[in-house]
């Protein structure tokens, strides 16, 4: 990503001398701020940009620095990198399921992506596609008989199906299937939880949403241990394969079947929520604004052909380069769905970040949705427009510098080709197929955990070779 310009507003200290952020208003006596941020989370992560590029909040006894400038996220994902390790949220997945590319820090974070790199090449990306295709194929052909079709939930076995069949060479029985996305739920509010609790020892009180986050770690990791234990017959090509056949870059081991698992539950959690979020919203605003929808349908029969001819297509990585308003659309996707909620990171040292002073031992914490939602780089930010990126350098540059929807730094998605691919493969397998047909009254509402989650949305798929009255 390009190197942002240094973020400055009115609130920012004018002066080079570093001093605290600005409070924000409101919070009550003992709880802080937490109701507006447990009732509407976005909006008061949003609110907070008026008050400057830091804001301090209180949860609790907790004080808790929102960054809201895009400059300075990125100033602390990278200047800062090794100065603002990963936070609560993190550690209460690493210490559930290990030290894992997703959990882990410093050396052990820098050997195990370079350990990770390989299955996330170009070319590997390129390999996968096909079978992403076969995959969506095979899925949606169970959706054209008129039925409304439940997306998040279809969504979220597709996603399934990609990561076990591209990554792991494998395919997940129903029952093991229907657990995982029954876990996965359970896994998430209780991350949430965790990270929010006063004090860790909370998170051991027989509470039931504790409870249930311990039965989602035993399902995801049964789940996990059969995909990973059974012979993928995906042969080498297989990230399990690679995975195996790695060795530490730091001292020439291999890596242990520990670590192998580690990665491997990563892969599930992330390669599943966030993508099926991303493609489930995708749906939503091509049914909520049918100019798009009909305008992308164009592009991929101008380039693609007869859509009737649809079975033969192979699609690749050079394709979307002939599509440029389907890659706006995505693009558009991807800024004002960027499916991770928020993360933090914990300050080791004292950190100068902009105009502000930040005590070691504090804990920062960013929303990349709110980040791209922010009016000052992003005019109408609530409005999904895909022809905002198809202006010049000089009208959109500072939104283009702004928008990271993949993170920066040491700990930027290594998957993201794999995602531009999934969510590139998905959309032009199935607008090639199938006309979206509106349910009247259904639309996704946002739902906010560690993602946010697009849910209520049911639309009925048409075979576009079907007469139109259909509908």
């Not at 004090?199 to 509470?207: D, G, K, N, T, V």
């Not at 804990?363 to 905002?388: M, N, Q, Y």
């Amino acid at each position: 990503m390009a190197t942002l310009a240094p973020y400055s507003d009115p609130h920012d200290l004018a002066s080079g001398s570093a001093a605290p952020p600005p409070r924000a208003p409101g919070g009550l006596p003992g709880l802080g701020h937490l109701i507006p941020l447990l009732r509407d989370p976005l909006a008061f992560i949003e609110s907070l940009a008026g008050v400057g590029g830091v804001a301090r909040v209180q949860l609790g006894p907790r004080s808790v620095y929102v960054v809201t400038a895009p400059a300075l996220v990125h100033e602390l994902l990278v200047s800062h990198a090794h100065d603002a390790p990963r936070g609560a949220v993190q550690q209460t997945l690493r210490d559930a399921f290990g030290d894992g590319l997703l959990m882990s820090e410093g050396a052990a974070h820098r050997n195990r992506r370079r350990s990770m790199q390989s299955a996330f090449t170009k070319g590997r990306t390129a390999a996968y596609m096909p079978v992403i295709q076969e995959v969506v194929r095979e899925r949606s052909s169970r959706w054209g008989d008129g039925r409304p079709v439940d997306v998040a939930k279809e969504m979220n076995h597709l996603a399934l199906d990609v990561v076990t069949r591209t990554l792991f060479g494998a395919r997940l029985d129903d029952g093991l299937a229907a657990a995982f996305h029954r876990a996965l739920p359970d896994l998430v509010k209780g991350q949430i939880f965790h990270s929010l609790y006063p004090h860790p020892s909370f998170a051991r009180l027989p509470l039931p949403v504790n409870r249930r986050f311990d039965e989602a770690v035993r399902v995801i990791n049964q789940v996990v241990d059969r995909a990973v234990g059974e012979p993928a017959p995906g042969g080498d090509d297989t990230l399990l394969a690679l995975l195996r056949s790695a060795t530490d870059p730091a001292t020439g081991e291999p890596l242990t079947e520990d670590d192998v698992r580690s990665e491997a539950i990563t892969m599930f959690g992330a390669g599943t929520e966030t993508a099926s979020t991303t493609m489930t919203w995708l749906l939503h605003e091509l049914v909520r604004h049918p100019d798009v929808l009909a305008r992308v349908v164009a592009e991929l029969d101008g380039h693609l052909g007869d859509p009737a001819g649809a079975a033969a297509d192979v699609l690749t990585p050079e394709t979307f380069e002939h599509l440029p308003y389907t890659r706006d659309t995505l693009r558009e996707l991807l800024r004002l769905h960027t499916p991770n909620a928020f993360l933090m990171r914990t300050a080791a040292k004292d950190l100068a970040l902009g105009a502000y002073r930040i005590p070691a031992g504090s804990e920062l914490l960013f929303s990349l949705t709110a980040l791209h939602r922010h009016p000052a780089f992003f005019p109408d930010p609530h409005t999904f427009d895909p022809d905002r990126w198809s202006a010049d350098e000089r009208s959109c540059g500072a939104a283009r510098r702004a928008a990271m929807p993949f993170g920066a730094g040491k700990h930027k998605c290594v998957g993201e080709d794999l995602a531009w691919a999934e969510i590139g493969v998905l959309a032009a397998t199935l607008l090639r197929a199938y006309r979206l047909v509106p349910v009247p009254g259904s639309a996704a509402r946002e739902v906010v955990w560690t993602t946010v989650q697009a849910q209520g949305l049911t639309v009925r798929f048409a075979p576009r070779t079907a007469p139109e009255e259909t509908r």
